[in-house]
Structures are given as C-alpha cells and as structure tokens.
C-alpha cells in the first residue's frame, strides 16, 4: 500500500503526495481499505446465498424478480465501492471522474439498447 509520502523542499515546507499526482485530498490509511475489503466480503457472502439458501422467500418474489433485483443492486454496490474506493475515483482529478463515469453511461447505454432491440425487456420475446 502506498501512504501519504511527503518531499521537502530547500526551505524545509512539506508537500503532499496529493499535490504532487494531482490528488484532491490525501490517501486513506490502510484501515479504511480493509474495512471496505470486509464490506465487500459481506456483500458477497450474501451474493452466495442467493444460491446456497434457495428456500429464502426474498429470491422467490414475482417468480425470481427479487432474486435478480437483489442481485443486480449488489453488483451495482460492489461496483461503485471497488471504483471509488480502489481505484481512487474520489482523490482524482475531477475531469478524470467525470471521464470514467461517461464511459460507464455509455457502455450501459449501448447493453440497454441491445437488449431493447433484442426484445430483451419483454417476456417471453428473447
């Protein structure tokens, strides 16, 4: 893990490894990552139950709609906490947030538009 590191200058004033990359805050302490690590662990844990307990009433709602609403919102929370946390999306730049996050609408854009022109949202039509 690489922490905040600090270069002094000829008149001994400390610089930021933020200003140096162009960071907007400091980098967190190695506490914070194992902490979302554990998150994520938890949040798979449960991704693993959706098929180790297929009795649970939650996957069975409107004939397996919770079961790929629950999955979906989990990938959706595993996603943005794996790019925000350990790609550091929040210490960036902002035109390089800005960046990825159009790469993400627009690849969504293009699945929903596949999808609609294979009549992939309605049922019974794929």
Not at 4 to 21: A, Y
Not at 44 to 62: K, R
């Amino acid at each position: 893990m690489m922490e905040t590191q600090s270069v002094e200058s000829d008149r001994s004033k400390v610089i930021s490894t933020g200003f140096l990359d162009g960071a907007r805050r400091n980098y967190p302490r190695e506490v914070e990552y194992v902490v979302v690590a554990i998150g994520l662990a938890i949040i798979t844990g449960l991704e693993i139950a959706t098929y180790a307990a297929p009795g649970f009433p939650l996957w069975h709602w409107d004939d397996k709609v919770g079961l790929v609403m629950f999955l979906l919102l989990l990938m959706a929370v595993k996603f943005w906490t794996v790019a925000y946390f350990f790609m550091h999306l929040r210490f960036d730049k902002p035109i390089l947030t800005r960046a990825f996050y159009t790469g993400v609408l627009l690849a969504l854009g293009v699945y929903v538009a596949v999808l609609a022109m294979l009549h992939g949202f309605i049922a019974g039509q794929h």
